[in-house]
Structure formats: structure tokens, C-alpha cells
């Protein structure tokens, strides 16, 4: 693995990576956070213990600010002791090769024949439609253009809180090659049930192994999405090009070209 660093500067070992701060290897960090204490001298040593128990050396108040009604917010610096080995990391991540919006329908003419259909959805009680809408939607996100753009796509963004009952009626009834699957709201864990009953539901129905299922989101990874039987996962930052090249390369790699009408 090649070492990078700033030009004429000592490459940093990437089997002892530590954070930066002002010098390479100072292992310098910034924290932030909030305590249930009345600001004052207390709770500033309260926050510098917190620091501590961290594993931070040294760890100083940068600033420190009463929140009211028995709150404080501080920031707090501190060494941060520890090294990391970045050549053993290894994270699971979509491999396709990425294509731009000329690309992309090129290659749907060439490579599949036909246009393809891609339905997106934030499902479940999920009401957060910011991230499927800037896949979907004609304007895009980020200078990228939305699918529904798209010449070689017909792209239908069902909006938010989608039953997965409707979803996949909605897929059987436009013979959908796609589906999209946004979640945003993942407390208490509702976005894995969710997530997962949709792939149960769809596998009930026979139709897993006829979809393209890809759930995205800013806490979805590649490797949770694996893990409850997607076919890819994006988080926070992805654009619709990034999904649209791997939905294309998926179908032709796995042979589902063949119109669904």
C-alpha cells in the first residue's frame, strides 16, 4: 500500500496510524459533548475526568459553556495514546466501477437493451424523503442528476412512509429491476426490522432473486446491507450515479436483462 503525506514531509507508517493535530504522530483530538451537571468548576472537572476515562492524556478544556437548566457543553483536547494498523483494514464496500449520467445510459443501451425500471422509497414509518428524493428526483443532488433524468430509466420515487406491502405491489405492477430502499430513522434498532422484513417478504413472494434490492441511508454500510440480504448499502454523501452504475452492472453480471413485461 503506498504512503501518503504532505509534499517534503516524512510519509506517515501506516501500521501506527494515530490522529493529527499540529504535528505528524501527536495523536492530538477534539471532543465535544454535554453533562447533566450546573456549569462552574465542578463540572469542568467532571468533563476533564470524563476526558480521562476516555483514554485521552493530558486532557485540557478548551471551552466550556452553561447550557442552563442544570446543563454544560464543553469542548476538550487530549492525546489520544493509542495506534491503529491501517494496512489490516479491510471494509466492505460496493466495487462496481462508477459512471457518469452519459455512462450509465450508454451502457443500459448497449449492455441491457431496454430501459430499466427503479423504484425508490423511504418505507416503513420512516418520514425523512430528503435522501430518496435526491436520488429520484429530476434535479439530483450535489450537481448529479436525479434517475428521473435519466433517458434509459424509468424512475418512480413512491415518497415516504411506504408500506413494504405497497412497495412490492408497486414492483410487481411497473416490473420493476430495482428497488431503492431509503431509512433514515434508526432508533431503537427500526430501520434493521424493517429492512429486514421487506427481504422476507420479497423472498415469500418469489421475487428476491429477481430485484435489485439496495437500501441506503446515513447510517447504512455496504456491510449491513450484506448482512440482511441486500444487494449493496449507501450511506450519508451518495449521489445517484454511484447507484445507478452499480444496479446496471448487477443486472448484466447476474443475467437479468430480460424484459419484465
Known amino acids: 500500500m503506498a504512503t501518503r503525506g504532505r509534499v517534503g514531509a516524512t510519509p506517515p507508517d501506516l501500521t501506527r496510524v494515530r490522529p493529527y493535530g499540529d504535528t505528524l504522530d ?13 456549569f462552574g468548576p ?6 476533564r475526568q470524563v476526558a480521562a476515562k476516555m483514554g485521552l492524556q493530558k486532557p485540557r478544556i478548551y471551552h466550556g459553556k452553561d447550557l442552563g437548566e442544570g446543563y454544560s457543553y464543553f469542548i476538550v483536547y487530549g492525546s489520544f495514546p493509542q495506534a491503529i494498523d491501517y494496512t489490516a483494514i479491510h471494509v466492505a464496500k460496493v466495487e462496481t466501477e462508477r459512471m457518469d449520467f452519459y455512462e450509465i445510459n450508454d451502457y443500459i443501451r448497449e449492455q441491457v437493451g431496454r430501459k430499466i425500471t427503479i423504484l425508490g422509497a423511504c418505507t416503513g414509518t420512516d418520514a425523512h424523503s430528503v435522501g430518496i428524493d435526491a436520488i429520484m428526483n429530476m434535479k439530483g443532488y450535489a450537481g448529479e442528476y436525479g434517475l428521473e433524468r435519466y433517458p434509459m430509466i424509468d424512475a418512480y420515487n413512491l415518497g415516504m412512509q411506504v408500506l413494504n406491502e405497497d412497495l412490492i405491489a408497486e414492483a410487481i405492477e411497473k416490473g420493476a429491476d430495482a428497488l431503492l430502499v431509503s431509512q ?21 413472494e418469489g421475487l428476491r432473486e429477481k430485484l435489485i434490492v439496495v437500501a441506503g441511508g446515513p447510517r447504512i454500510t455496504h456491510k449491513l446491507a450484506l448482512e440482511l440480504g441486500y444487494d449493496a448499502g449507501f450511506g450519508a454523501g451518495t449521489t445517484a450515479p454511484d447507484v445507478a452504475s452499480f444496479v446496471v452492472q448487477e443486472m448484466v453480471s447476474r443475467a437479468l436483462t430480460a424484459p419484465k413485461k
Not at 433514515?184 to 415469500?204: F, P, R
Open 26 to 38: 501527536d495523536g492530538q483530538v477534539q471532543l465535544s459533548f454535554s453533562l447533566p451537571v450546573p
Open 184 to 204: 433514515v430513522v434508526t432508533q431503537k434498532d427500526v430501520h434493521i426490522q424493517n429492512l429486514s422484513e421487506l427481504i422476507d417478504m420479497l423472498e415469500a
Open 42 to 47: 465542578e463540572a469542568k472537572e467532571a468533563a
